[in-house]
């Protein structure tokens, strides 16, 4: 079982930038596909942004595409999420996941992880 800690979310004015991180436990973290997903009060959970277990791939939303950046450092286990230009459409909980299964994954769909962290809420005012 990873243990996932999401943290550096709060409340920011549209335009303004985050950083959030998840930490997460097990000495394999580098083998791991890692998610975030967002979800606002009274919709659906949905995918933000994906990387593979080394950083070379990823994938984004289109609500999101070259205004957030997904990357990790395997060294200090944490994948990050650095959000700019956000918009008040962008508040919502913020999740990390994990996916430590194996085979082919494309990391854009719920299903295809099997560790969530608790959530980290952003806030943006307009």
């Known amino acids: 079982q990873v243990q996932l800690v999401e943290f550096g979310g709060g409340l920011v004015q549209a335009g303004g930038s985050l950083r959030l991180s998840c930490a997460a436990s097990?000495?394999?973290?580098?083998?791991?596909?890692m998610g975030w997903f967002r979800q606002s009060p009274g919709k659906e959970r949905e995918f933000v942004a994906t990387?593979?277990?080394?950083?070379?791939?990823?994938a984004y939303a289109d609500s999101v595409k070259g205004r957030f950046t997904i990357s990790r450092d395997n060294a200090k286990n944490v994948v990050y999420l650095q959000m700019n230009s956000l918009k008040p459409e962008d508040s919502a909980t913020y999740y990390c996941?994990?996916?430590?299964?194996?085979?082919?994954?494309?990391?854009?769909?719920?299903?295809?992880?099997?560790?969530w962290g608790q959530g980290t809420q952003v806030i943006v005012s307009s």
């Open positions: 097990g000495r394999i973290f580098s083998m791991y596909r």
């Open positions: 996941a994990a996916r430590t299964v194996g085979g082919a994954s494309f990391g854009r769909a719920l299903y295809e992880y099997n560790n």
């Open positions: 990387i593979s277990w080394s950083g070379g791939s990823t």
